[in-house]
C-alpha cells in the first residue's frame, strides 16, 4: 500500500516562487525502482502533467514549465519536490504527487497507479 502526503502549496503573486514536497509512506513489499512526479489540475479540466522523476534520476518537464521548474528525489527518504520559480498564473490549480512503479511512464495521468489528495497552488495578484 502506498500514501503519498503532499505539502507546500499556497498564494503567490506573478513572478513569484513556491516548493511543494511529497513524501511517499510505504507498507508491504514494493520495488525499488519507481517514477514520482506531480500533474496539475484546474476546475473542469483534465490533469496534466507537469514533471516527473525515476529512481535513477531521469527527469521531464512539460514544455510550460522547462526553465522554471526543477523536480528532484530522495530514493532514501522516498521523497520529490518541485521547486517553482517565475511562477504565472496559468500554474495556478490543484497539483497532485504521483507515484508509479516503473520507468518511462510518461504523460499520461492514467499511467500511474497513486495519487496524493493535492495541493492547491493560487499565482494571483
Known amino acids: 500500500q502506498v500514501q503519498l502526503t503532499e505539502s507546500g502549496g499556497g498564494l503567490v503573486q506573478p513572478g513569484g516562487s513556491l516548493k511543494l514536497s511529497c513524501v511517499a509512506s510505504?507498507?508491504?513489499?514494493?520495488?525499488?525502482?519507481?517514477?514520482m512526479g506531480w500533474f496539475r489540475q484546474v476546475p473542469g479540466k483534465e490533469r496534466t502533467f507537469v514533471a516527473s522523476?525515476?529512481?535513477?534520476?531521469?527527469?521531464r518537464y512539460a514544455d510550460s514549465v522547462k526553465g522554471r521548474f526543477t523536480i528532484s528525489g530522495d530514493n532514501a527518504q522516498k521523497m520529490v519536490t518541485l521547486q517553482m520559480n517565475d511562477l504565472k498564473a496559468d500554474d495556478s490549480g490543484v497539483y497532485y504527487c504521483?507515484?508509479?512503479?516503473?520507468?518511462?511512464?510518461?504523460?499520461?495521468?492514467?499511467?500511474?497507479?497513486?495519487w496524493g489528495q493535492g495541493t492547491q497552488v493560487t499565482v494571483s495578484s
Open positions: 504521483v507515484k508509479d512503479f516503473n520507468f518511462r511512464v510518461g504523460t499520461n495521468p492514467a499511467n500511474y497507479e497513486h
Open positions: 510505504e507498507s508491504g513489499w514494493t520495488y525499488s525502482r519507481y517514477t
Open positions: 522523476i525515476e529512481s535513477g534520476g531521469r527527469t
